[in-house]
């Protein structure tokens, strides 16, 4: 081989190596188009799951499948959908990337890998700010319905005001308040105005989250009850004490559910984080499988 074709090839390395160099490791076109894969996998497997959940359940009494059921499975189906979706996206990268030459085989692999963990990366972006946007939405569309039942609320107040009293039906405590002034035949006393004053005086003996009437409170609130009913003094206190003891237990299992709920919500919020790393893991693992196809043939 002479002198001049050695340095031609010389010179044709060179530049191409040069060229490699300049060019970028990513290839942001087939990062996009396995995530778009990905979110379409998403919404086909999300509508399907839908549709197979809302088969399971019944607005009959004993038909179809339990609350419990239903939510267990929907989070199994959350935790699919974010594999399936991860896996072809990430294997779609990987085999759409342009192939490299002259490059360490574990250079390529971790160039695979890294597509597969963009691809993903991208997909739970824009399915987080479509999420955001959609939820947005229906906060504003809530507030909207909120300031228009708040406007009637306080046309409504208003025109109450004129008469010099204020209802208090939306209380949570007036029921229990009702059960104290329950007669068939009321002796005397205003209802309205004892009402009223009973959910005051409920709200001013608040003790760490329960109602603990002060005995001057207990006495004045059962000769109110006496007053109003025509039952005895020591019956009256009785009716008091149970009025309380039962917006307690109310309150109390209230209390029980949020903490349930809030228990549920913190639940969902590690397995979705955890199989969102999974699902991250498996976008890498699908877009190497995808790479080495891709230079396999």
């Known amino acids: 081989m002479s002198s001049t074709s050695i340095r031609v090839e010389r010179d044709q390395f060179a530049n191409a190596d040069s060229q490699e160099v300049a060019a970028s ?47 267990v499975w929907a989070v199994i189906w959350l935790v ?19 192939k490299w030459v002259r490059i360490h085989t574990h250079e390529v692999f971790f160039r695979d890998t890294a597509h597969g963990f963009l691809a993903w990366s991208v997909a739970s972006v824009a399915g987080a700010l479509i999420f955001a946007s959609v939820t947005a939405s229906t906060v504003g569309d809530v507030a909207k319905g909120t300031a228009s039942v708040a406007a009637a609320g306080a046309s409504g107040a208003a025109q109450a005001g004129m008469s010099g009293r204020a209802e208090s039906t939306n209380d949570p405590r007036a029921y229990f308040v009702d059960t104290m002034f329950r007669s068939p ?12 004053e009973t959910i005051r005086i409920f709200g001013r003996s608040v003790q760490d989250g329960q109602v603990v009437l002060s005995p001057p409170d207990r006495t004045y609130l059962a000769q109110m009850v006496a007053a109003r009913t025509g039952i005895s003094q020591p019956d009256a206190e009785q009716r008091v004490d149970g009025a309380v003891k039962d917006l307690n237990d109310a309150q109390q299992k209230v209390r029980e559910a949020a903490d349930a709920a809030r228990k549920r919500v913190a639940q969902l919020s590690i397995v979705t984080a955890l199989s969102m790393l999974i699902g991250a893991f498996i976008a890498s693992a699908a877009a190497a499988i995808g790479g080495g196809i891709r230079d396999e043939y």
């Open 80 to 98: 699919v959908v974010q594999w399936l979706s991860s896996g072809l996206g990430g294997f779609l990268a990987g085999r759409l990337r342009t």
């Open 25 to 71: 490791a990513v290839s942001w076109a087939a990062v996009i188009a396995g995530a778009i894969a990905a979110l379409a996998a998403t919404v086909i497997l999300l509508t399907l799951g839908s549709g197979i959940g809302l088969s399971m359940v019944s607005p009959w009494y004993g038909a179809g499948a339990s609350a419990a059921t239903v939510g």
């Open 185 to 196: 035949t009321a002796t005397g006393g205003d209802k309205n105005e004892s009402r009223e």
